[in-house]
């Protein structure tokens, strides 16, 4: 299971049923549909759902602005305004999609449905219906973090990759249409998850060996349970387990870690989604505002204290989702794993830096913070 976007993703609970507007609230998108509140009506016992729905703006643009019968702009700049309403109105209606409801269901664990678009089919899952996977009909790439885990197996030995939290299969279909000789070994507690993305995303198409010789197992079943671990051990983790909007509270505690820990191979690693905050699109050390979400980020603090502090981190941009990310193991060759990955993985890979690094700048920075106002004195200097 996956999240985007701090948690944006909501349904209202209208009862009428057809074209509605979509709301206009803090949202992110992902390619064509954006990820904010969107009133359709639910009823999870029923399966099977064909209701459809229509993405519009609130009212009409008109032909011609009355107010440019009385401008009193030259006509350059009047034809400059013009050319500034015609692009604003090229971009709402680009925001217009239909879409369909495949399939809107309630397991033992999940609020589930399954969205159909031009350009996509998305996931949505829990009370909150954050979306939890996408599969693309026209383009590989999603733009948000299901990317980066494709980026991990050319920087871990060979061997199987688990995927914990496979939700839709988002992460597996980007790793083995990279990489199709890898052996993925997908979990996720949900049954009736995995059966409708079988069904509605393709999953299904994952679970045949490809030419290489690639496969996607899927397991049922709890992700942190002993009965993960294999013998030889994992090349590589994928993490992505989440529960009603937000990080599963075990990933927040150092044993979990520790136990994970005992799961890798020599020289393998953990890359894992550790979940949305709210910011600007970039970190920056000397901003305190833009770094306390990671300072308080209980998963990365875990993290690196199970790894003894030898974790790396990144945040994704804005438009990417703002999704952290941590990758435990010394920090990559960057030049090096940027050559061994297509665009845009091969820019997005030299964004990773060490967690320990971002410690001393933050300690730095809070330093030089408590100096400025008279609540520290040089002499912590040699602490700091």
């Known amino acids: 299971m996956a999240l985007l976007r701090n948690d944006t993703v909501l349904l209202g609970h209208e009862t009428n049923v057809g074209a509605h507007p979509w709301a206009s609230c803090n949202s992110s998108r992902v390619g064509g549909l954006w990820l904010n509140p969107f009133p359709i009506s639910i009823n999870p016992s029923n399966d099977a759902v064909s209701r459809r729905g229509r993405r519009c703006r609130s009212k009409p643009w008109p032909s011609v602005s009355i107010r440019s019968l009385f401008d009193k ?20 209606e680009e925001e ?45 790439w999603t733009d948000s973090y299901w990317d980066e885990f494709a980026s991990l197996p050319p ?15 988002t992460a597996a279909h980007l790793m083995l249409d990279l990489w199709p000789e890898l052996q993925l070994e997908g979990w996720e507690i949900d049954q009736i998850l995995i059966d409708k993305a079988r069904d509605y995303l393709g999953l299904s198409d994952l679970e045949k060996h490809t ?3 690639g496969i996607l197992n899927v397991h049922i079943g709890d992700a942190l349970s002993p009965s993960v671990n294999i013998s030889g051990g994992y090349a590589g983790l994928v993490v992505d387990l ?21 799961w890798l191979m020599p020289n393998g690693r953990i ?5 949305g905050t709210s910011g600007g699109s970039e970190v920056d050390p000397r901003s305190t505002s833009s ?25 994704l941009a804005k438009e990417n989702g703002e999704n952290h990310l941590a990758l435990t193991g010394p920090l990559p060759d960057l030049d090096s794993w940027s050559t061994m990955v297509p665009y845009p993985l091969s820019t997005r890979v030299k964004q990773w830096k060490p967690y320990v ?21 040089l002499g912590c200097l040699a602490y700091t």
């Open 73 to 92: 702009r030259t006509p350059k700049a009047m034809a400059n305004a013009e050319r500034h309403e015609q692009q604003k109105r090229q971009e709402v």
């Open 96 to 140: 217009e999609e239909d879409y369909r409801v495949l399939t809107s269901v309630r397991s033992s664990y999940n609020d589930i449905m399954i969205l159909d678009t031009a350009d996509s089919r998305v996931l949505l899952l829990d009370h909150s219906y954050n979306v939890h996977s996408i599969l693309y009909k026209h383009k590989k």
């Open 155 to 169: 920087i871990v030995p060979k061997g199987p990759i688990a995927i914990l939290g496979l939700g839709g299969g």
């Open 211 to 213: 030419e290489a010789g």
């Open 242 to 262: 989440f529960s009603d909007g937000g990080v599963l509270s075990q990933l927040e505690e150092v044993a979990t870690w520790l136990e994970m820990k005992k």
């Open 271 to 275: 890359m894992v989604n550790c979940g």
């Open 291 to 315: 770094n306390g979400s990671l300072v308080q980020n209980s998963t990365i603090k875990a993290l690196s204290e199970a790894f003894a502090g030898e974790i790396c981190w990144k945040r």
């Open 357 to 377: 690094w971002f410690l001393v700048m933050h300690e730095i920075t809070s330093f030089k913070l408590q100096l400025a106002k008279g609540e520290a004195h």
